[in-house]
């Protein structure tokens, strides 16, 4: 026997990453063309009834006389445009999660379930590899189509929350409240998020469709924990003194005090409201479908006198960009922190 | 009584042909063995004699004369398909309560005990069986149906070598005792030897050789059945029969 | 092997149809099958009615409150009026919007495995080899199945018609009021377990067709979509003909679902839809608008307004309706399905 000296590596050079390309897109690519057209569609849909409300805000603000019925009557149109755009704006909402749900739910899952794991984890390019290498790459193409999208939604709903709406009569919302989970930030940074729960999901349940109803289950109790708790603490809200707002800004509350102690919170109770003022009807702004926190508050000017002072905290419409990389910060974290805990999971265990 | 009569049959999916100008008449009360290589067309042949599809060529009878899927000939056939497809995510007392609903005759308390003596609990979920719990626990479910014909695919293919011995023991007291005729794919030729007394070889979707073992062995001087397989299959193809 | 008593004879031999197997065999197997699918519905739907309950609440005293206080145009009746008004088409509406998806999301999950899960895993190979026919064995789940949905769904739709009652009408006025017509209809007794049939049958089909289960989900929340969007859009105004009227107070003005408006002059058409740029600033120029309606400071020059419109008292027939062409679409569809498992599988 031949004494040889041995020149091997203690462990061979992991196989490089490019390889996995052809593999995930091979795997995924029914996944991705769904997608794809899913968002086609949408893009579709959403540039078309853009340029509507486009032309239609356009109109009206180059109207003159302003006030005039003609006037008006753009305005009723343009107003005519959110009946259907607010139809719009709720149902797509769901998008994010179903994306992300029927993306990320079988990406593990169906590997687990159908039993083919034990061919792709026995393979040479390693178990962990191999799935980060599928969750960054679905995560990034995914990311990238929403986030043009997002784009678009942005667009195609600017002018409902453009300034000065409120001067012309027409719908003008705070764009932190208008649809603002699928802008261009956020619609990529939900749909990573329910991504990654969905993985998650898959690693655990070892099933697709369960996997995929936990990702939407999941994706709608924090969708709503965000409208309904999180949004308004982003930023310290803005406090000021019975402030004219514009009707971009986000009113989260208001209050009244009176010698510096607080009076009341809220609309003035019917007692005050019938002994100081003597609207005929209820006051201006306050009747549904203005939408916003438009104006100055209509009971400073009656109440004012004997002492009540209005406060309002809100967010201005300036904070647009802070709010979507706050929330899609914190959402990318999450993302982040399933995706590593899937993968430890995967690398831990599996049979 | 023929238990499977085949004249002219033939499928075929897209352009291919998997089966062509099949023509059988295996007889009752015996074990057939349907052997050959990979896409020799065995499995087509079992699905079309189960009624899983419909031929596109030829017609197939069984059980004497009964059509192929038709409710008569469900009746009187059990059908282990390739893989023992069994719903996962059921527990065995959950497929047990399956078969015995849709099926007309049903043994119970024979499932039962055959299920004791394998060592496989009523309550675990027929994906968390072993392959070879599986194949046992499909077999029982086809056993307890009291079927006048056993079409096996491939049965033994998961199953370690004591237990491809019970498994064919349990096969053949079914066949000797009850008068089950069988019907069974296999690679596995040595086991078949033991079991088998009807044969049909089949490669590139033709049949090739039909005929009781002992004539054929008999007519073509070779001494098993492993042996006239190999011979015969090497004559008419390239590759090699295992 | 010890030896057992078979249970039952051995059938009879060769002769043609022996008796069929009972269909209530089939009541066991579809449980044990498909007790998950049915537990998860359930659940859903337990949730979102706990949800519908506790928001309700607070929105039937809003409205309670609202329509109990006298007088009317006080500004204390009126702030009520106001809240009611802020609650209603807040959240409500929202919620009203997000529930259209469910019947597609029960119909899709529920119905696509039926078929799919079994080509897709290869258990037909067992389901279509028992004594039990495969024709049989399909008729009988897809007709259980969308029954058990129906019963769940219909049970929520009551729910949601009580849910969105205060907005029928009737009350002091300036109180929001919203045409049944709107986003809710497809929510309510009849529709609602309509819509979730409709969606299980074409996801059976479409399991049938595509033979895996995601992709067979994926197909039947699309064909929902358009299918939905379709009705919503151009169907349902032409259920029954709509109810033309000169009169400018519509019966229960803001109940009536406004399909199209249009002038005239001289017995001949005008226009339709709002006055074109030039009449208004002919004749309606002087102050402010009239609001919505033109008609008043057209009307002295000749032009009569028409609008045609379905009353809020025809909610029911066009449930009916409604539910009507989704059942036989469904019936339909099954029926092509049970016709493709019995003539092909493998």
């Not at chain 1, 079988?106 to 984890?121: D, I, K, N």
């Amino acid at each position: 026997m031949q004494t040889a000296t041995l020149t091997e590596e203690i462990s061979p050079r992991p196989l490089p990453w490019r390889r996995m390309a052809g593999v995930i897109w091979r795997q995924h690519r029914l996944a991705l063309a769904a997608v794809t057209v899913l968002l086609g569609a949408l893009a579709v849909f959403l540039w078309i009834s853009g340029l509507q409300v486009h032309h239609a805000w356009a109109a009206a603000a180059a109207c003159r006389p302003a006030g005039s019925a003609g006037c008006q009557d753009l305005a009723a149109t343009f107003n005519g445009t959110w009946n259907d755009m607010s139809i719009a704006a709720i149902l797509l909402q769901v998008v994010p999660g179903l994306i992300g749900a029927f993306a990320g739910g079988p990406v593990l899952a169906r590997e687990l379930e159908t039993g083919t794991f034990r061919f792709a984890w026995t393979q040479g390019f390693g178990r962990w590899r191999w799935a980060l290498a599928t969750l960054v790459a679905l995560a990034v193409v995914l990311a990238v189509l929403t986030a043009a999208l997002g784009a678009l939604v942005s667009w195609c709903f600017g002018p409902f929350s453009a300034a000065g709406n409120q001067a012309l009569g027409v719908y003008g919302d705070s764009p932190i409240v208008l649809v603002f989970g699928l802008r261009a930030v956020t619609f990529p940074a939900w749909t990573l998020a329910v991504f990654a729960i969905g993985a998650l999901a898959g690693m655990l349940i070892r099933r697709v469709v369960p996997a995929i109803i936990a990702a939407l289950a999941a994706y709608a109790g924090l969708a709503i924990a965000a409208v309904a708790f999180l949004r308004e603490h982003y930023l310290t809200p803005l406090i000021a003194s019975n402030p004219n707002l514009p009707g971009t800004a986000w009113v989260i509350g208001q209050w009244w005090t009176r010698d510096g102690r607080l009076a009341f919170a809220g609309n003035p109770p019917d007692g005050l409201t019938s002994t100081y003022c003597n609207f005929a009807q209820s006051p201006p702004g306050k009747s549904a479908g203005t939408g916003g926190g438009g104006g100055g508050n209509p009971w400073a000017a009656c109440l004012g006198p004997h002492g009540y002072l209005n406060w309002t905290s809100y967010q201005p419409a300036s904070r647009l960009w802070p709010f979507q990389w706050i929330e899609g910060g914190w959402l990318l974290a999450l993302a982040v922190l399933l995706i590593a805990a899937t993968l430890w999971l995967a690398h831990h265990r599996a049979a | 009584m023929n238990v499977v009569e085949a004249s002219g049959l033939g499928k075929r999916y897209g352009r291919t042909w998997a089966l062509r100008e099949c023509t059988l008449q295996i007889p009752a009360g015996r074990v057939t063995a349907l052997v050959g290589p990979n896409g020799a067309g065995k499995t087509t042949l079992l699905n079309l004699a189960v009624g899983l599809t419909p031929p596109s060529a030829g017609e197939v009878t069984v059980l004497g004369g009964r059509r192929a899927g038709s409710p008569a000939a469900l009746d009187g056939i059990a059908f282990v398909a390739q893989d023992t497809p069994l719903y996962k995510g059921l527990s065995v007392a959950d497929m047990l309560f399956i078969t015995r609903s849709l099926n007309r005759r049903f043994d119970q308390p024979y499932a039962h005990a055959r299920l004791a003596e394998l060592g496989i609990p009523l309550r675990r979920r027929a994906g968390k069986l072993s392959g070879g719990q599986q194949a046992q626990l499909a077999l029982t479910l086809a056993l307890a149906r009291r079927p006048q014909l056993l079409v096996l695919d491939e049965p033994v293919a998961a199953l370690d070598p004591v237990a491809r011995h019970d498994f064919m023991a349990t096969v053949l007291s079914a066949a000797a005792a009850e008068g089950v005729s069988v019907l069974l794919s296999s690679h596995v030729l040595t086991e078949l030897e033991r079991v088998a007394s009807y044969l049909v070889l089949m490669s590139r979707g033709q049949v090739r050789l039909a005929g009781a073992v002992d004539d054929l062995l008999a007519a073509h001087g070779q001494a098993s059945l492993e042996e006239l397989a190999l011979r015969y299959l090497r004559e008419t193809a390239p590759e090699v029969a295992r | 092997m010890s030896a057992v008593t078979v249970s039952a004879r051995r059938g009879a031999d060769g002769q043609a149809g022996p008796r069929r197997l009972p269909w209530r065999r089939m009541a066991g197997v579809t449980w044990r099958q498909h007790r998950l699918a049915l537990a998860g519905v359930v659940v859903l739907l337990g949730a979102l009615a706990v949800l519908l309950w506790v928001t309700g609440l607070p929105l039937h005293r809003a409205w309670a409150a609202a329509i109990a206080c006298h007088p009317a145009s006080s500004p204390g009746c009126q702030d009520l009026i106001g809240n009611f008004g802020a609650s209603a088409t807040g959240g409500g509406k929202t919620q009203g919007i997000l529930l259209q998806v469910v019947p597609a999301l029960i119909g899709a999950f529920a119905g696509a495995p039926v078929l799919a899960r079994e080509l897709e895993t290869g258990t037909f190979r067992f389901a279509w080899t028992q004594g039990f026919a495969r024709w049989r064995w399909a008729l009988a789940k897809l007709v259980a199945l969308p029954v058990i949905l129906a019963a769940l769904t219909a049970a929520f739709g009551v729910l949601v018609s009580w849910y969105y009652q205060p907005y029928a009408g009737g009350g002091p006025a300036g109180l929001y009021q919203n045409s049944p017509f709107g986003d809710l209809f497809s929510l309510r007794e009849v529709t609602f377990p309509a819509w979730t049939v409709a969606a299980f049958a074409i996801a059976a089909l479409a399991g049938m067709l595509i033979r895996r289960v995601v992709p067979a989900i994926v197909a039947t929340l699309a064909v929902y979509a358009g299918l939905a969007f379709a009705a919503a859009s151009f169907l349902r105004e032409h259920y029954l003909t709509p109810l033309v009227t000169t009169s400018l107070e519509l019966p229960g003005t803001s109940t009536a679902w406004v399909i199209s408006q249009w002038f005239t002059k001289d017995g001949r058409f005008a226009f339709g839809g709002n006055p074109p740029l030039n009449i208004l600033n002919q004749y309606c120029s002087g102050g402010k608008g009239a609001g919505p309606s033109f008609a008043p400071c057209l009307a002295p020059h000749g032009y009569t307004q028409w609008t045609s419109f379905q009353p809020a008292s025809r909610l029911w027939p066009f449930q009916w309706i409604e539910g009507g062409w989704l059942l036989g679409l469904s019936a339909a569809i099954i029926a092509v399905t049970i016709w493709l498992v019995a003539r092909r599988a493998a």
